[in-house]
């Protein structure tokens, strides 16, 4: 069986969520009865007799790099460092822009085969096409990651009987990772507890291990806002002491920088809560920090 984890990536309104919603209707087996289920930061299952194919909505690489700071370019690429394919969409119609060459550039420095994909070719002129295609050259020449390139309509359905069929052509021989209706919300806890553990570090400097694990436990998408809880795990009663700080001031701190960088990240309104616990039970959470931060 071929399986693996394929990011969608492009900049808002290049059409994700159009692309996951119709591959979704192609698949063979339903996994899911509810279509809305691409919506937000939620991921598709898509499972068919010869592949299952885990796609994958990517956040926070649609920023201007410059309202980044290093270490989050770092987390973007590692994010997506997670997966097996990426998609990436660009839309001919509003032409390849600087914030296109900026997740051209990402997604080179993450070394995975990516898929380049002109949407909305229902509506471009050829010459529109020519031009995108050209421009993001610049970026993903011949001895970039691209393995594939199609023009589609994620509207219309055209080509994406050919797409999914190099996907799951480009996917590696793999397990089913999930036995039906599932979900995973994969490389979004892993930028969370990130940003959390650099935001913990960088405030407590010498006296945290780096063993310090954070745990996203819920991500919950609301009607304003994105509620995140997410558990900091220590080895000692007197770290846990440090992290929370006099009058819980660290841990204010903490989770007020760490929002700051995740409103960036994912354009949203986030409400983190942040619990800080001694490891005893941590042991136990080995298996949910592999699922949260991605490896495999
Ligand atoms: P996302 O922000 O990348 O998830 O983009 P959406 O999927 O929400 O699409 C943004 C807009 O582009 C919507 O109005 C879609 O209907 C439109 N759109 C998406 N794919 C196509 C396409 O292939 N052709 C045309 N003409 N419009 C499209
Ligand atoms: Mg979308
Ligand atoms: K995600």
Request: charged share 30%; aromatic share 4%.
């Amino acid at each position: 069986m071929k399986s693996g984890f394929v990011a969608v990536a492009g900049k808002p309104n290049v059409g994700k969520s159009t692309l996951i919603n119709a591959l979704m209707k192609k698949k063979v087996v339903i996994v899911s009865d509810k279509p809305q289920t691409t919506r937000n930061r939620i991921n598709c299952v898509l499972t068919t007799p010869e592949a299952q194919v885990v796609l994958v909505d990517t956040p926070g690489i649609h920023k201007p790099l410059h309202k980044f700071g290093e270490y989050m370019v770092k987390i973007a690429v590692n994010a997506l460092k997670g997966q097996d394919l990426i998609l990436f969409l660009i839309d001919p119609i509003d032409k390849v822009r600087e914030s296109d060459l900026n997740i051209a550039r990402i997604i080179k420095e993450s070394k995975i085969p990516a898929i380049l994909i002109i949407n909305k070719i229902d509506a471009a002129t050829p010459e529109q096409i020519n031009e995108a295609k050209n421009r993001i050259k610049t970026v993903l020449d011949e001895n970039s990651n691209i393995v594939a390139e199609f023009e589609i309509s994620a509207l219309t359905g055209h080509n994406l009987t050919e797409l999914l069929q190099k996907i799951i052509e480009v996917l590696p021989e793999g397990p089913q990772y999930y036995p039906e209706d599932m979900t995973t919300d994969r490389p979004l806890a892993f930028m969370i507890s990130e940003i959390v553990r650099e935001k913990i570090f960088h405030l407590t400097s010498q006296e945290i291990p780096h063993s310090t694990a954070v745990v996203v436990e819920e991500i919950k998408d609301k009607e304003d806002l994105v509620y995140i809880r997410a558990e900091i795990y220590v080895e000692r009663q007197s770290q846990k002491g440090i992290i929370i700080g006099q009058k819980g001031r660290m841990i204010k701190k903490i989770g007020m920088l760490a929002r700051k960088d995740l409103e960036i990240l994912l354009d949203d309104k986030i409400y983190l809560d942040l619990y800080v616990k001694v490891k005893d039970k941590w042991r136990q959470k080995d298996s949910i920090i592999l699922n949260t931060i991605g490896m495999k």
